[in-house]
């Protein structure tokens, strides 16, 4: 059989699944692991809206094969809230209502999650460029970048010391 | 895409012996931005699928002897991230910074940019400027080629079925010395380059140029290294004499296809006007001055 056990950290989680060369880490995440917050938009590297993080690198899960996932650690939009508290960018998206039928969301607040992580305080330009991988066919990216230029500055307030 | 087979060999003669064994149906795996799509549109269709980035130092960069290292399998995200590089081969980071998304950044290699072998490979041209070597493994022990020798038409190499490129050596860096990427996409993010042009140059202390090299890709069936441009800039100080020079020896090179991204005459014009100031770019940076860096698309 050309399916083995895959063992990986998925939000935290130490997980184990069967995983095979003819299949994409989403497909495992969504069919495997019933993580279906991951959603499959084009299945070829264009839309981002199977953004995941692994090993801390923002990639396209439909990309990646479902054994390369073998001791890393992933982390999907199931595991951006914190024990039901909204992590800031999910509160800003709807705040700001950036998000129509949602389809793109997942992807887009991972790759944001991504960005913040590495650089707390981008501008404008860098979190427009950061995000080009990100297509979403209804809100249009203002508001998204609005969004996430909000959600740094509440994430900068939270990180100060007081 | 069921019942394919995934290995992750630990050593290059493990990967070389798989590849033998598959026989012609073994596909060797970097960050897969170009093989899984070419599997799920059924163009590709490996029995076996042979994961690279196992093999210890490939998918690292590493200084050697004054230069670096950069493994085929290293991610356009890690050769970004690497200070040492983007300040002697700015250049060559810019192009590997080009290929795709943030996303498509975490995952694609230089290697895999190169072995796809896509006339329009953005990596390509920055990497036969610069004079890049690609260090080889296959079944007899190791051997080097420059990269201008690897891509042999679209989807075509000179690898043997059982050879793996390993990694790409980039030579020290002279004093007074610049290299530069540019591409034309009809936006600014995210497509296939309709033209790209890279340039390196040295300099002599007072800004002459003592070497240049002048490569250009989606202009012909692979990336081309023009030899004729690069000794139009030696021993000028890039006035506009050298610079028409350069310009007319590229246009000759240019063996462009018209499809919807651009006709024949507007790829070759293209082609021209982009080395022209790519070459402008690579002088800026050997004289030290940062003012061009990132200007790029
Ligand atoms: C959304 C998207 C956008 C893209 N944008 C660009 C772009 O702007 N510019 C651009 O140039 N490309 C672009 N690409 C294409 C692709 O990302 C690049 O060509 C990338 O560099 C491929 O590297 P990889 O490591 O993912 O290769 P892989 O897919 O792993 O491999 C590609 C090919 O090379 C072979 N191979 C890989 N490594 C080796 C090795 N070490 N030795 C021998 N053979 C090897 C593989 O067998 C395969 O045939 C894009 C792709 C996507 C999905
Ligand atoms: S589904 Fe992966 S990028 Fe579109
Ligand atoms: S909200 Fe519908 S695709 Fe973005």
Redesign the interface.
């Known amino acids: 059989m ?1 399916r ?1 056990v895959v063992n990986a950290i998925v939000n935290g989680e130490p997980v184990a699944f069967l ?6 880490l989403l497909d495992a995440l969504r069919d495997e692991l019933r993580l279906t917050g991951t959603k499959e938009g084009c ?4 839309c ?1 809206a199977c ?1 995941v993080i ?1 090993d801390g ?4 899960a ?4 479902a ?2 996932a ?1 001791g890393k650690r992933i982390e999907t939009i199931e595991g951006l809230a914190d024990n039901g508290h909204l992590h800031p960018l999910q509160h800003q998206f709807l705040e700001q209502a950036a998000l129509q039928c949602g389809f793109c969301t997942p992807g887009l607040l991972m ?1 944001s999650k ?2 913040l992580d590495r650089n707390p305080d981008p501008t404008e330009t860098e979190v427009r ?6 297509i979403c066919r209804c809100t249009g990216y203002d508001k998204v970048v609005r969004a996430v230029m909000d959600a740094a500055a509440d994430l900068r307030q939270e990180e100060k010391p007081r | 895409m069921s019942g394919v087979e995934y290995i992750s060999p630990g050593t290059v003669a493990e990967a070389i012996s798989a590849l033998q064994a598959a026989g012609g149906n073994g596909r060797l795996l970097a960050g897969g931005t170009d093989l899984l799509v070419q599997m799920r549109g059924g163009r590709a269709k490996p029995k076996v699928v042979i994961d690279l980035k196992g093999i210890p130092g490939i998918a690292a960069i590493r200084e050697e002897a004054g230069g670096f290292i950069i493994g085929a399998a290293a991610s356009g995200a890690l050769i970004g991230e690497h200070e040492g590089l983007r300040k002697a081969w700015p250049g060559v980071v810019e192009a590997a910074n080009l290929i795709g998304s943030t996303q498509v950044q975490g995952r694609a290699s230089l290697g895999g940019n190169l072995c796809n072998a896509s006339p329009a490979a953005d990596s390509v041209p920055a990497l036969i400027a610069a004079g890049a070597i690609c260090v080889i493994a296959g079944p007899n022990g190791q051997r080097e080629a420059p990269v201008e020798t690897i891509q042999s038409g679209p989807g075509k190499t000179t690898l043997g079925k059982d050879e793996v490129l390993m990694a790409f050596k980039l030579p020290k860096r002279p004093a007074h010395s610049g290299d530069a990427y540019l591409r034309l996409i009809p936006r600014t993010e995210m497509d296939i380059a309709v033209v790209g042009a890279a340039v390196s140059v040295t300099l002599d202390a007072p800004g002459k140029c003592i070497s240049a090299r002048v490569s250009i890709g989606a202009v012909a069936p692979t990336a081309l290294l023009v030899e004729t441009a690069g000794s139009a800039l030696v021993g000028s100080s890039f006035d506009d004499v050298a610079l028409a020079n350069l310009e007319a020896a590229v246009a000759v090179a240019c063996k462009p296809i018209s499809d919807k991204r651009g006709t024949i005459e507007y790829r070759t014009k293209v082609a021209a006007v982009l080395a022209r100031r790519a070459a402008l770019i690579a002088r800026d940076r050997a004289q030290g001055s940062d003012r061009a860096q990132g200007a790029a698309s």
């Open positions: 050309s083995t995983g095979g060369g003819g299949q994409s299945g070829t590297g264009d981002g953004s692994v690198r923002l990639v396209c439909c990309l990646m094969l054994p390369e073998e790759a991504a960005l460029y950061w995000l080009a991988g990100n």
